[in-house]
């Protein structure tokens, strides 16, 4: 349902750009979001986007360095990081919410990709 791929190896201070492929059937008119989970650590959302576009949120950490994104008429979402941390260092997880809107909580999401890595060197 849901293919995440833009992962890799960066340098602190680098950009990647995440993107995520989704059905229409799963895409279309489901908030979306990102998460992330480093090793030994939750998972935890990075952003969220509404069906339209018309509302996002971001966690913290990450405010005023990464955007989310989606393209209806591809089906894709994405998420473009800028300025990134070693502690950015995590796999991220592409999921689709339950209603027409984002979740901060896991369980507000019915579907997942299957994770990219990103690796972020000091």
């Known amino acids: 349902q849901l293919q995440a791929s833009g992962g890799g190896l960066v340098q602190a201070g680098g950009s990647l750009r995440l993107s995520c492929a989704a059905s229409?059937?799963?895409?279309?008119?489901?908030?979306m979001a990102w998460f992330r989970q480093a090793p030994g650590q939750e998972r935890n959302i990075v952003a969220g986007?509404?069906?339209?576009?018309?509302?996002?949120y971001y966690a913290d950490s990450v405010k005023g360095r990464f955007t989310i994104s989606r393209d209806n008429a591809k089906n894709t979402l994405y998420l473009e990081m800028n300025n990134l941390k070693p502690e950015d260092t995590a796999f991220y997880y592409c999921a689709a919410a339950l209603s027409s809107t984002y979740g901060v909580r896991r369980d507000a999401y019915r579907y997942w990709g299957q994770g990219t890595l990103v690796t972020v060197s000091s």
């Open positions: 986007i509404s069906w339209n576009s018309g509302g996002t």
């Open positions: 229409r059937r799963t895409f279309s008119n489901n908030g």
